[in-house]
């Protein structure tokens, strides 16, 4: 095991008490456990529309320590762990994997057969396990520029979970791809079918600030209507048949309803909104003669093509982030996005 610099025995991190309950706590520095493992000190951290669910009451928590978006540099590592290197900032997604299993190499390591797990990255640092294959370098180091870093911390998450949506929705150059969500993921999305080369891009929204960043992230037509009258407007846009694609990124029965609505017979519906008392009729599903495809994103996959993106200055995700606290305030973060104030809030840590 290596280590460098001094890492300090305590460490404050936030956690989760209850519904709407949320704290910083001090806690034990967390250590490399096994020999694949690394200690990453994190630069910054953020707040996810997931993370909503228990803090509204939607999902049981008790004392949780919350977080799984997360960059950083590596101060300890194990002895096992080869393709990263003290002092290397990197990034990581959300769901660890050892890059090695079928399913890994398959293209969907958030699926991975021997899932590692971590500590919660709302902190200020954090275990990873399985770090050759679930973290990737960032050439030239940590960021000095602020928005960089944000666009960093975005690939993490959401704009992996995006990017998955846009190419699970089969965007492309001829393509007409909707959006249904307009939080961090669904505005990501956006970003991924335009920069993927979709020719019209549609998102549902009724908040004018988010429809604006979508505008900003390459949106052609906001449509504020849902359900029968939603599905009408886009297909009215597509001469009637509705869109090629459809990315759906909020997890709820509506949500889901909207998109089978809204996508065209033989296209292709990315879901990647957490799924929240979905269900699908078969008759309809039998019916819409659609191709699905979605759950927990491979951002893994993703990753080297969104940093080489990102260094390029030819995507900037990190304008999700309409909030920057410190790690202390991590409370108003949550009540911010909790009542919609904010988009995403980055915790700099």
Same mark, same amino acid.
């Given at each position: 095991?290596s280590?460098?610099?001094?890492?300090p025995?305590?460490?404050?991190?936030?956690?989760?008490?209850?519904?709407g309950?949320v704290?910083v706590?001090?806690?034990?520095?967390?250590?490399?456990?096994?020999?694949?493992?690394?200690?990453?000190?994190?630069?910054?951290?953020?707040v996810?529309?997931?993370?909503?669910w #228990?803090?509204?009451?939607?999902? #049981?928590?008790?004392?949780?320590? +919350?977080g799984?978006?997360?960059?950083?540099?590596?101060?300890?590592?194990?002895?096992?762990?080869t393709?990263v290197?003290?002092?290397?900032?990197?990034i990581?997604?959300? +769901?660890?994997?050892?890059?090695?299993c079928?399913?890994?190499?398959?293209?969907?390591?958030?699926?991975?057969?021997?899932?590692?797990?971590?500590?919660?990255?709302?902190?200020q640092y954090?275990?990873? &396990?399985?770090?050759?294959?679930?973290?990737?370098?960032?050439?030239?180091?940590?960021?000095?520029?602020?928005?960089?870093?944000?666009?960093?911390l975005?690939?993490?998450?959401?704009?992996?979970?995006?990017?998955?949506?846009a190419?699970?929705?089969?965007?492309?150059?001829?393509?007409?791809?909707?959006?249904?969500?307009?939080?961090?993921?669904?505005?990501c999305?956006?970003?991924?079918?335009?920069?993927?080369?979709?020719?019209?891009?549609?998102?549902?929204?009724?908040?004018e600030?988010?429809?604006?960043?979508?505008r900003?992230f390459?949106?052609?037509?906001?449509v504020?209507e849902?359900? &029968?009258?939603?599905?009408?407007?886009?297909? &009215?846009?597509?001469?009637?048949?509705?869109?090629?694609?459809?990315?759906?990124?909020?997890?709820?029965?509506e949500? +889901?309803?909207?998109?089978?609505a809204s996508?065209? #017979?033989?296209?292709?519906?990315?879901?990647?909104?957490v799924?929240h008392?979905?269900?699908?009729?078969?008759?309809?599903?039998?019916?819409h003669?659609?191709?699905?495809?979605?759950?927990?994103?491979?951002?893994?996959?993703f990753?080297?093509?969104?940093?080489?993106?990102?260094?390029?200055?030819?995507?900037?995700?990190?304008?999700?982030?309409?909030?920057?606290?410190?790690? &202390?305030?991590?409370a108003?973060?949550?009540k911010? +996005?909790?009542?919609?104030?904010?988009?995403?809030?980055?915790?700099a840590v």
């Open positions: 095991m280590t460098e610099p001094q890492i025995t305590t460490m404050r991190a936030v956690v989760m008490n209850a519904p309950d704290t706590e001090t806690i034990n520095t967390p250590r490399v456990v096994k020999p694949t493992d690394v200690v990453l000190k994190l630069a910054a951290a953020c996810c529309g997931s993370d909503l #228990p803090y509204r009451g939607y999902e #049981p928590v008790d004392h949780r320590f +919350m799984h978006e997360y960059v950083g540099t590596i101060v300890e590592k194990g002895d096992q762990v393709t290197e003290l002092g290397d900032f990197v990581g997604s959300f +769901m660890l994997s050892d890059g090695t079928e399913i890994c190499e398959a293209g969907y390591p958030s699926r991975c057969a021997n899932a590692g797990t971590y500590t919660g990255s709302q902190a954090m275990r990873v &396990e399985l770090a050759d294959g679930s973290l990737v370098k960032v050439p030239g180091g940590q960021p000095d520029d602020p928005d960089k870093l944000a666009d960093y975005a690939a993490s998450d959401v704009l992996g979970t995006g990017w998955y949506a190419v699970a929705a089969n965007a492309g150059p001829g393509k007409t791809i909707a959006v249904v969500g307009d939080g961090a993921v669904g505005l999305a956006v970003l991924a079918a335009k920069t993927l080369g979709a020719d019209k891009v549609i998102i549902f929204s009724r908040h600030d988010r429809a604006a960043l979508a900003d390459g949106a052609d037509i906001v504020a849902r359900g &029968e009258e939603g599905a009408a407007k886009v297909k &009215e846009l597509t001469n009637g048949y509705g869109a090629h694609g459809v990315c759906e990124a909020v997890g709820t029965q949500s +889901m309803d909207q998109a089978l996508v065209r #017979p033989g296209g292709y519906v990315g879901f990647v909104g799924s008392d979905q269900t699908i009729d078969g008759l309809n599903l039998f019916f003669e659609v191709h699905l495809e979605g759950g927990p994103a491979p951002v893994r996959r990753l080297p093509e969104l940093i080489k993106l990102i260094q390029a200055d030819k995507i900037h995700p990190g304008k999700v982030f309409t909030k920057r606290v410190p790690l &202390e305030n991590a108003e973060a949550y911010a +996005m909790d009542e919609r104030r904010e988009i995403k809030v980055l915790l």
